[in-house]
Nanobody, 127 residues
Framework: EVQLQASGGGLVQAGGSLRLSCAAS????????IGWFRQAPGKEREGVSC???????DYIDSVKGRFTTSRDNVKNTVDLQMNSLKPEDTAIYYC?????????????????????WGQGTLVTVSS
């Protein structure tokens, strides 16, 4: 059974930091790019980052310079270090297999649903 479970969320003040962790199982982890997605209240889910199998990570513009991922293909985990958090980062964060889509000058991340969405982990940033 394919599972991707996010954990590590919490309540933090603006400017603070949190580290999320994604634990994956049930598939050959290093065959896939793994991404972080988030869904804020009343908004659609958006891709935040996409970490290629053995390569680099791409990020959406709004988190570049603040968020960093680290991928461990032995432990089958991808962590998301979030610094300088802003209230607009408040969302439920999920991890999922991802695809990088380039459309003209825009790049976004699409989930490739190898398995179901997990419960996610709630990040709340207070102002």
């Amino acid at each position: 059974e394919v599972q991707l479970q996010a954990s590590g969320g919490g309540l933090v003040q603006a400017g603070g930091s949190l580290r999320l962790s994604c634990a994956a199982s049930g598939f050959t982890f290093d065959d896939y790019a793994i991404g972080w997605f988030r869904q804020a209240p009343g908004k659609e889910r958006e891709g935040v980052s996409c970490s290629l199998n053995f390569g680099s990570t791409d990020y959406i513009d709004s988190v570049k310079g603040r968020f960093t991922t680290s991928r461990d293909n032995v432990k089958n985990t991808v962590d998301l270090q979030m610094n300088s958090l802003k209230p607009e980062d408040t969302a439920i964060y999920y991890c999922q297999v991802c695809q990088v889509v380039v459309a003209g000058s825009s790049t976004f991340f699409r989930p490739a649903l190898l398995g179901p969405w997990g419960q996610g982990t709630l990040v709340t940033v207070s102002s």
